[in-house]
């Protein structure tokens, strides 16, 4: 159990979450899913070789091409060797399903690797357009850019560049998916590492660094466009505190997530700060309500008087 971890963390988790079902689920092993890569193949063929194979189970509800699956290991699968199939966390799946993402974008994703969600979103932008992926460290593009050309992507520009400059180029993407640098809470499930490597001084380190990738984002939205903020974690000075910092200092504006799943309205207070009202339209996905990981999401758009 968590409280023979970080007796620290296991109190903080209570006060996020402190039902039975919620540290019962961290606990338990994390099902498997897979997003088929619509750029490849087409959907219903790779789902009916799959389906013969006994591979994949039920569908992810909230994304028409993810897949829960029964295989641990994809190693020797044809179709994830080809990029066919790409193993991705069924919640991993939401933020670019809520960047009303079109053909002939202009997308930034601000922290992109190792590239799920870029590769994401090229496929639902049909390989048209353009994405700049930027990541900071060399080694991740290195990953990035081998699941880019695996997936064959085909629109993807790369970049290695502190994200937290992009506030320079203003108004000029379309879409732009901020899935931040995180504590990694909700990840527990696929390693109990995430727990061990938790403090609160990470927590207020990391909320500052959100912050400011947040407002760069943001300043580089066009007028009208969206910004999707994404986090893995549980934790409401990386996640609530950084949606209410962004609202309160520019004219953004926040949409009700609407998809086919469970989920937790954002918190407006915790441990004494309160947030502002609108910050309830974020969700929070806690592992129990999906059987997932956990996960923290809000769609912003960038107000036309911006």
């Not at 028409?64 to 066919?84: A, K, M």
């Not at 809470?185 to 380190?205: C, N, P, Q, T, V």
């Not at 990738?213 to 007028?223: H, N």
Request: include cysteine; hydrophobic fraction near 40%; charged fraction near 30%.
């Amino acid at each position: 159990m968590l409280n023979e971890i970080n007796p620290e963390l296991f109190e903080r988790l209570k006060k996020v979450d402190s039902s039975r079902e919620f540290f019962e689920f961290l606990d338990r092993r994390l099902r498997k899913s897979v997003r088929i890569n619509t750029l490849k193949a087409r959907l219903e063929v790779v789902f009916e070789r799959l389906s013969k194979e006994g591979l994949l189970e039920e569908r992810v509800p909230w994304c028409d091409f993810g897949y829960y699956v029964s295989e641990e290991d994809f190693s020797t699968i044809p179709e994830h060797q080809l990029g066919i199939i790409f193993p991705q966390s069924s919640v991993s799946m939401i933020p670019p399903l809520l960047m009303d993402l079109r053909k002939g974008m202009k997308v930034l994703d601000l922290c992109a690797s190792p590239g799920a969600k870029t590769t994401e979103i090229a496929q639902l932008m049909e390989n048209e357009g353009c994405i700049v992926a930027n990541d900071v460290k060399i080694e991740r593009l290195n990953v990035l850019i081998s699941n880019l050309q695996k997936c064959g992507v085909l629109i993807a520009k790369v970049t290695m560049m502190d994200g937290r400059k992009f506030g320079k180029f203003e108004n000029r993407f379309d879409a732009v998916l901020v899935d931040a640098p995180c504590s990694n809470l909700g990840m527990i499930r696929r390693s109990y590492a995430h727990a061990k490597l938790w403090s609160l001084k990470l927590s207020l380190d990391l909320s500052k660094l959100q912050k400011e990738l947040l407002i760069a984002g943001y300043k580089a939205l066009k007028p009208g466009g969206v910004l999707v903020y994404s986090t893995c974690t549980f934790e409401p000075l990386e996640n609530e505190a950084v949606v209410d910092y962004l609202l309160r200092n520019t004219n953004a504006e926040i949409e009700e997530v609407n998809l086919p799943l469970r989920s937790i309205p954002g918190f407006t207070e915790f441990e004494g700060h309160r947030f502002l009202g609108e910050v309830k339209k974020c969700i929070r996905i806690h592992p129990q309500l999906n059987d997932s990981e956990g996960f923290f999401v809000a769609k912003l758009i960038k107000s036309e008087s911006s």
